[in-house]
């Protein structure tokens, strides 16, 4: 079998801006988070790339070094009322969050398209095991 190459940085970028890895002219999502099946350009079969809990975990993760830990860094968010602060910051990381999740999870199924990992690949060592 011929090893395809795909760029991971290329692929993971197509992903990042919301589209398919493959031709990047395809949308990758149908709805918010929901993969679309198939690309409506190349006809590459988008929903066989597993993401799980992963893009939820590296958003988590992200979010966390890059915008909770810093901001205990500022005093304002010790010295005010948490009946303040506490609202403002939980909306705000709230909306950080609803927009990087479809991003992060965009470049993690560039990733898996990069590396060639899928789920059909899984269900058929599956059924290897099975028999
Ligand atoms: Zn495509």
Do not use: N
Not at 4 to 17: E, T
């Amino acid at each position: 079998m011929a090893e395809i190459h795909h760029p991971l940085f290329r692929s993971i970028g197509r992903g990042l801006s919301h589209h398919c890895p493959a031709c990047a002219k395809g949308r990758l999502f149908g709805k918010y988070l929901k993969v679309q099946p198939r690309c409506e350009a190349c006809g590459h079969e988008l929903a066989r790339y597993p993401a799980d809990d992963g893009p939820a975990y590296l958003t988590i993760l992200l979010i966390g070094h890059l915008i909770v830990g810093p901001a205990l860094f500022f005093p304002i968010v010790w010295e005010t009322s948490p009946a303040i602060s506490l609202p403002i910051i939980l909306t705000a990381l709230t909306l950080v969050t609803l927009v990087a999740l479809p991003r992060i999870k965009g470049a993690w199924i560039g990733m898996m398209y990069a590396l060639q990992v899928t789920d059909r690949e899984q269900r058929l060592h599956t059924a290897d095991a099975a028999d």
